[in-house]
């Protein structure tokens, strides 16, 4: 089936740090990727996506590009700030003809605190 | 537009009683899905619809009922609530297949005692 995986957090930065947060996927065949963001007590925010093998998703400085050959989608971004402190979730949806084909396969989220 | 509303934002249920969270887009999406959200676990998904009258079980549907009379509407029925649906439970909605994303909802805080 299909499968997620997500680097463990939290991960701590200062602010203007880099950040990557990494994220693999199985799947077979040619899945949608994301990136949501839960900021605390909120709903989940669609941050980025990419539908094809080599897209680059961009959102609010946040960067993710489509790698089929090694099935990752990590995501990026050059200097962080506090606002970004928040859980960040990577997922997937395939398509295939008939059987489920709508279910977003999430990871486990990786809890990020940015500190000034 | 007001998105994907979700009502109650927090309720709190004796073991055994049953309840409804509702969930309304305005966005005329067809998919819509709950999920639960739990520590450690990530969101796993309990029902979705892909249109008005067609349903199906996600990965945890045990305790949990929906139906879809129409495309705004999709409730979540718990029939006799448990300690273990002590959760966070959030609709989504989708107008497309993959290449478009989910939009969420805010959130319900259910906690049963």
């Known amino acids: 089936g299909n499968s997620v995986t997500q680097m463990e957090g939290p991960v701590t930065l200062s602010e203007e740090a880099f950040l990557t947060i990494n994220c693999t996927y199985t799947?077979?065949?040619?899945?949608?990727l994301f990136w949501y963001v839960q900021y605390p007590g909120e709903g989940l925010q669609l941050l980025l996506k990419?539908?094809?093998?080599?897209d680059k998703g961009s959102n609010k400085g946040f960067e993710a590009t489509y790698r089929k050959e090694t099935t990752s989608f990590h995501l990026e971004k050059g200097s962080v700030q506090v606002s970004d402190s928040a859980v960040y979730f990577c997922?997937?949806?395939?398509?295939?003809?008939?059987?489920?084909?709508?279910?977003?396969?999430f990871g486990k989220g990786t809890l990020l605190t940015v500190n000034p | 537009n007001a998105g994907v509303t979700q009502t109650p934002k927090f309720q709190v249920l004796k073991t055994g009683q049953s309840m409804t969270l509702q969930c309304a887009q305005d966005?005329?999406?067809?998919?819509m899905s709950w999920y639960r959200q739990d520590p450690g676990m990530g969101l796993r998904l309990i029902h979705y619809?892909?249109?008005?009258?067609?349903?199906d079980q996600g990965e945890v549907p045990n305790g949990y009922n929906v139906s879809r009379s129409t495309t705004e509407d999709f409730p979540l029925r718990l029939l006799s609530a448990a300690p273990s649906q002590t959760s966070v439970y959030f609709c989504?909605?989708?107008?497309?297949?993959?290449?478009?994303?989910?939009?969420f909802g805010s959130g319900t805080r259910l906690t049963v005692v």
């Open positions: 989504a909605s989708s107008r497309g297949q993959g290449g478009y994303g989910y939009t």
């Open positions: 990419a539908t094809k093998a080599d």
């Open positions: 799947a077979t065949g040619y899945p949608s």
């Open positions: 966005m005329n999406h067809e998919y």
């Open positions: 619809s892909v249109g008005a009258g067609i349903t």
């Open positions: 997922a997937l949806i395939r398509l295939r003809s008939g059987g489920s084909n709508y279910k977003l396969t």
